[in-house]
């Protein structure tokens, strides 16, 4: 099947946002795609003012839909998720750098045919067992297998999986691929533990995973629906034991509840700041605000079988019905900057020479015209649905660009989904003819194609 391209970067260069409040706040919290500190932080002194603290609590939207390793790719879930896994190699999000987590090092053969990860010694899952290559093998086998988890396409170049010993894993590839250690970083490549997990029956039907069992920093101490998830500390954690002893996960679903919890000292760390409160924030004295340059875009894609996506001239004239500066004042009040790139600025891989059109409705509206296309009844050239998601601004971005699209004859229906029905709609069943959404698109480049 052809793949749907992204054709339009709409907002990239995000200046994300978390706040915490200062006196008695952790700065280490794993993080979404919106955010900038690591999971490897947790495990630092627990207060910017110096004074010690046991426990950190912190905000996310949504209740948890599963606490397992390889599940959807719901970025609150890899909140509490990254605490508990861990993957081969994961993504320093302000260095944008891979760093190894649990294999200590990797080395390509000269004609990229062969992966050799050197693991470390003396991992233990959370119940006591040894960590081994084998743990990594039958983990990369079940994913490639499984068309449903996020990493599977990215193992299709893969031919075949090897553990010569318990700490040496090697990637037989069937073609060359470049980006594939970056793929080892990104969503759904923690490792899974065998011993637990190869029982016969389904990943997605096994009992630990609402009792997760992981190699990472903290364990798995409790879980209420819709209230928290609290996870505490491995003290036997292979790098150093962790400096809190809890970490609780509190869901708060409304953003201006979420930011009065944490200036009343209810939370400490919140991580999904809305950029109107910025300019409110700012100088508070009693609260941190931690911004980062990321590339995370808000960015929409046209599906090519469908027949209108497939038009360059369609597309081609919704890019010039996107301003750019308007999106970034109104919906992220300036803190996310604008974008004319394909591929954000900060990244090694953009072109900022093929960049996209100037905002001009008018220009679109005569592009439709010289195409073929005329208006129907109602005024409008071509109708085309746009589905996007409850999170990252997108809303607000989609109802500007339908306001734009109209006055160039482009009739804009939206379907603002839940996320889940947004991932299970457009990622895993490609039923979409145009498609918004924002965040993160991976450790490398390639992964934009797909």
């Known amino acids: 099947m ?27 919290t794993p993080t979404n795609d919106s955010n900038t500190t ?55 999000e302000s260095t ?34 040894d960590f081994t290559a084998e743990d990594v093998v039958y983990t990369m086998e079940t994913i490639k297998a499984n068309p449903s988890y996020f990493l599977s396409t990215n193992l299709q170049d893969v031919a ?28 759904g ?48 954690y292979w790098e150093a034991e962790p400096k809190l002893d809890k970490v609780i996960f509190q869901i708060i679903p409304d953003n201006t509840t979420a930011v009065q919890a944490l200036l009343n000292g209810e939370i400490d760390i919140y991580t999904s700041l809305p950029d109107s409160e910025y300019a409110n924030l700012k100088d508070n ?23 209108l996506g497939a038009d360059q001239a369609v597309r081609t004239a919704v890019a010039m019905c996107v301003d750019r500066e308007s999106i970034s004042q109104k919906v992220y009040a300036g803190v996310k900057t604008p974008e004319y790139a394909m591929y954000p600025s900060i990244s090694w891989a953009s072109n900022q020479e093929d960049v996209a059109p100037s905002f001009d409705p008018e220009g679109a509206a005569k592009l439709l015209e010289e195409a073929g296309y005329t208006k129907d009844a109602d005024g409008f050239y071509i109708t085309l649905p746009l589905d996007c998601f409850e999170d990252s601004g997108c809303p607000d971005v989609a109802k500007l660009m339908q306001a734009d699209c109209a006055k160039a004859g482009i009739n804009l229906e939206l379907n603002i989904m839940e996320y889940n029905a947004w991932n299970d709609k457009v990622y895993i069943n490609r039923n979409f003819v145009v ?16």
């Not at 949504?62 to 896994?85: E, F, K, P």
């Open 96 to 129: 944008l750098e891979l760093e190894p987590r649990i294999a200590e090092s990797y080395e390509v053969s000269d004609d990229g045919m062969t992966y050799t990860f050197h693991l470390r010694e003396g991992v233990k899952w959370h119940d006591g067992e």
């Open 160 to 187: 075949s999986f090897e553990a010569p010993d318990d700490y040496t894993f090697v990637m037989n590839m069937a073609q060359p691929n470049v980006a594939i250690v970056g793929y080892l970083a990104w969503y």
């Open 285 to 307: 004295p009693g609260v941190r605000l931690e911004p980062n340059i990321y590339p995370s875009p808000i960015y929409i894609a046209f599906n090519f079988n469908e027949e």
């Open 2 to 28: 052809k793949r749907n391209l992204a054709l339009l970067l709409v907002v990239a260069l995000m200046a994300s946002l978390v706040l915490s409040a200062c006196a008695p706040t952790g700065d280490g």
């Open 189 to 236: 490549s923690f490792i899974m533990p065998e011993h637990l997990y190869n029982n016969g029956e389904s990943w997605d039907d096994n009992e630990y995973n609402m009792n997760p069992v992981g190699t990472g920093p903290f364990k798995f101490d409790s879980f209420q629906p819709g209230i928290a998830t609290t996870v505490v500390k491995n003290a036997d």
């Open 38 to 92: 690591t999971d490897q932080n947790t495990n630092t002194d627990s207060s910017s003012s110096g004074e010690k603290r046991d426990t950190v609590n912190l905000s996310i939207k949504a209740n948890l839909q599963s606490i397992d390793g390889h599940g959807v790719r719901n970025l609150q879930d890899m909140l509490v998720r990254t605490q508990m896994y861990e993957g081969l190699y994961y993504l320093n």
């Open 435 to 450: 498609e918004m959404q924002g965040g993160f698109q991976g450790p490398d480049p390639a992964a934009l194609a797909s």
